[in-house]
């Protein structure tokens, strides 16, 4: 064996002890259980215990309520204190509840089982907003906020490993590397949940002992598109295997991919497609879009509609609109449906499938209305829209990912875009960028809370700001 592969592989043995090490350096179950009493909720969703002459520090237990006094565990050191299990609780909340799922609370598919939905919406909407406000940004209206439904989520990644017998498939618990099978799941899609047994029966039937890996799943509006993502090549007879599982399946599009280079076609029966639902007054009733293999699509499709329907009216008299972090168009594309169509609606995005399929969309929209229409693949965290580019524009749409749009504030700010839609999948990020705005003078004039992950602490939002 060469000297530099030994070298290497002494590396990683090196940092899989530090890893460890660290991990058990940070372990606190060698101490006694304490008995607590929970003060309020974090934005994280665990229940916060003060620091108090027992214990001088913040102890967060996750599937806890206000008011609950409970015998806990501690777990593991957090940055801002310590962890800690439930082990009893010696007085409950009124909001508890029994979970209806029958993997909670190890699952960590979702987090608010154990609470009724009433005081899950409540403490969740009061969360953001407060956060919101509490940072500067004071909307002029809180718009009605959107509340995804049981069953509604249309996409999901699952977490496989292939033992010598069988094969565990399902959602992995909150900070662990552990998969809980679902059990009684009432968050996910009818036809998602009905196909995650065949889904885990064809990667038990297709792929040798040992292998693990994800499994990606869009639900569209003819069936299921599925990408297996594991970083082994797939053999010859795994492939063979996994397609012919797959024909009798309700899987329409089989892929899978290393987690770097794009998905590699396996099997497709259809084109998988999804009516984009255009807002009320457009000239069309709906766009037809093919999403790439992997296509990041908003995990509740009503959501999007939401989400579109006020693009559509916040930005019904722009003329020239930029689309910012703009995926397939599945927000902006609406505005070219507008009886008087914008003069330009130009669209910008990371990834190249999504650009292309853009531009299939443009492709299908009248002549009159794709002329206006442009787009192309750039990573707008390295190399933002600059003040000089953006100044032919009267207003831009950003949805970007969770890292937000730090790079683009500015040269937004600075060539006077005067309105601008901003959607964020992370209040934080969401918080820093609008405060950008908020400092150059912009107003909020309505702000609306996003709640797609249903009984998760997770929420996102959408908001209008206008430069007087």
């Given amino acids: ?21 660290k991990k058990n350096a940070d372990s606190l179950s060698h101490l006694p259980p304490l008995s607590v009493a929970i003060d309020h909720l974090g934005d994280k ?12 520090f913040r102890i967060y237990v996750p599937h806890s309520l206000p008011g609950e006094k409970a015998v806990v565990q501690p777990k593991r050191k957090l940055p801002t204190g310590i962890e800690a299990e439930i082990i009893s609780i010696s007085s409950s909340s009124r909001a508890r509840k029994a979970p209806d799922c029958q993997a909670a609370p190890a699952c960590g598919g979702c987090q608010f089982q154990h609470a009724e939905l009433g005081f899950y919406h409540e403490w969740k909407e009061q969360c953001i907003k407060d956060k919101v406000e509490q940072a500067g940004i004071i909307p002029r209206q809180w718009l009605a906020p959107f509340r995804a439904e ?7 990644r699952f977490a496989f490993l292939r033992l010598a017998n069988s094969t565990v498939f399902g959602f992995r618990e909150r900070a662990s590397h552990q998969i809980v099978p679902l059990s009684g799941c009432m968050i996910l899609s009818k036809p998602i949940l009905s196909a995650v047994e ?20 869009n639900q569209c509006d003819n069936g299921l598109d599925v990408v297996i993502i594991m970083k082994p090549e797939l053999s010859g007879e795994s492939i063979r295997q996994l397609v012919e599982h797959a024909v009798s399946t309700g899987i329409i599009r089989l892929s899978c991919h290393d987690g770097k280079l794009a998905p590699e076609l396996l099997y497709q029966r259809q084109l998988p497609a999804l009516a984009w639902v255009m807002p009320s007054g457009a000239k069309r009733d709906v766009i037809m879009f093919h999403p790439p293999a992997g296509a990041f699509l908003q995990s509740v499709s009503a959501a999007e509609h939401i989400m579109r329907a006020d693009c559509y009216s916040a930005l019904f008299s722009a003329t020239r609109i930029i689309d910012l972090f703009s995926g397939s168009g599945s927000l902006g594309l609406a505005l070219a449906m507008r009886p008087h169509p914008p003069k330009k609606l130009a669209a910008f995005d990371i990834s190249q499938s999504a650009i292309t399929a853009f531009h299939d969309i443009a492709r299908n929209i009248a002549s009159d ?4 229409l ?15 580019e953006l100044s032919e524009y009267d207003a831009a749409i950003l949805d970007p990912p969770r890292s937000g749009a730090k790079q683009q504030m500015q040269p937004l700010v600075d060539a006077s875009v005067s ?18 705005l908020i400092e150059a003078g912009y107003i909020c004039h309505w702000a609306r809370h996003i709640d797609q992950f249903y ?13 007087p």
Avoid: W
Wanted: charged share 25%; aromatic share 4%; proline share 3%.
């Fill in 1 to 21: 064996m060469s000297s530099h592969k030994t070298k290497r592989r002494s590396h990683k043995a090196q940092a899989k002890r530090s890893a460890r090490t």
């Fill in 45 to 56: 969703g665990h229940g916060v215990v003060l620091p108090h002459a027992e214990h001088k």
């Fill in 150 to 156: 049981p069953f509604s989520r249309r996409r999901a």
């Fill in 455 to 467: 009984l998760t602490s997770h929420s996102e939002c959408i908001a209008y700001f206008e430069r």
């Fill in 369 to 372: 209305v794709s002329s206006r």
């Fill in 374 to 388: 442009m787009a192309e693949q750039r990573n707008l965290h390295d190399d933002p829209i600059t003040e000089a």
């Fill in 419 to 436: 309105k601008i839609v901003m959607v964020s999948c992370h209040i934080n990020s969401f918080i820093r960028d609008a405060a950008v």
């Fill in 198 to 217: 065949a889904i885990r029966a064809m990667l038990d039937q297709s792929l040798a002992a040992g292998l693990s890996g994800e499994v990606e799943v």
